[in-house]
């Protein structure tokens, strides 16, 4: 049972490790990014923590957003 698991481990880091099917993007400050967990993987590369840049998570009930997302889309339709 464990040689399989390291066979399937070793895929899925082929995968998730291959450069072809990464995308980097650089937040400017004062920008926000919003990611569905359920949805993307994700990670972030390091940073010096003399930069003065703030790594923030949190997470939002994905009912919750979507609810304000149609109250607020409604109230810019008018």
């Not at 481990?9 to 998730?16: D, G, N, Q, Y």
Request: charged content about 20%.
């Amino acid at each position: 049972q464990i040689i399989p698991f390291y066979r399937s481990w070793k895929a899925l880091m082929s995968v998730v490790t291959d450069p072809a099917l990464q995308c980097w993007h650089r937040l400017q400050p004062g920008k926000l990014i919003l990611i569905n967990n359920q949805r993307v993987m994700h990670g972030r590369s390091a940073f010096q923590a003399s930069s003065g840049r703030i790594l923030v998570g949190c997470y939002i009930n994905y009912e919750d957003f979507r609810s304000k997302r149609r109250v607020l889309a409604g109230r810019l339709r008018g």
